[in-house]
């Protein structure tokens, strides 16, 4: 008799440490805050809604975003940078809230990195189709301190290359609930997310929201 198959079973839990040195992977380690993150993500979004910035080379984004937290990330025509004030409410950006920012550091502390002070929250919200092309975080003036990013909402495939554009890419499936860190060395590696399937999430229905925490100021 051959071994029983057992098809439904998930694939079994990556290694903290498969994205390498300067890493952590922290598979659904924000589940346990689930209905706090989700009620904070909405408060956010009523105050400062989702939008779709442009690059500096004219594009659209397919990626929908808001901040929270005393400085946000923006795109436009004139570059990159971070702001206190949300261009299309003219106000400062929603506070960061409590969950958000617990959850950071905790994270963060879980990687390595017991040091982080999150000022800004990037929220990204992803559309079956929408994706994130390669590219460095690198507007931000202390790269001592780490990324947090957190993956809520429909599946997604994580690119994760090296410190040159053209390294190869790991790819890293990440789901609701999990947690991904990268600092010191691999602070500057190119990341990405692949084209979202389409799907229904059972909480966020159509949608991937990923918060990255970052210290940018
Ligand atoms: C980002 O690099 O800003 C987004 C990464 C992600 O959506 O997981
Ligand atoms: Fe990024």
Aim: contains cysteine.
């Amino acid at each position: 008799m051959g071994t029983p198959l057992f098809p439904s079973e998930p694939a079994p839990a990556l290694p903290q440490d498969v994205l390498g040195p300067g890493t952590a992977f922290l598979a659904g380690f924000a589940l346990p805050q689930e209905e706090a993150l989700l009620s904070s993500l909405a408060a956010v979004a009523k105050q400062s809604p989702f939008r779709h910035m442009i690059t500096p080379g004219g594009f659209r984004m397919s990626v929908a975003m808001t901040n929270c937290g005393p400085l946000g990330w923006i795109t436009d025509r004139t570059g990159y940078r971070y702001t206190a004030l949300d261009p299309e409410t003219n106000q400062p950006w929603p506070e960061m809230p409590q969950p958000f920012r617990v959850l950071a550091v905790s994270a963060a502390r879980q990687a390595g990195f017991p040091n982080f002070i999150p000022d800004a929250c990037l929220i990204n919200r992803y559309e079956p189709g929408a994706r994130m092309s390669l590219h460095q975080d690198k507007d931000e003036h202390d790269f001592a301190q780490p990324i947090v990013s957190v993956s809520l909402g429909l599946p997604a495939t994580f690119l994760f290359g090296g410190l040159a554009r053209a390294d190869k890419t790991v790819r890293v499936p990440l789901v609701h609930g999990d947690v991904v860190v990268w600092g010191s060395s691999a602070r500057l590696r190119y990341h990405g997310i692949a084209p979202l399937r389409e799907g229904e999430h059972p909480r966020l229905g159509r949608f991937r929201y990923n918060l990255t925490f970052r210290k940018a100021g």
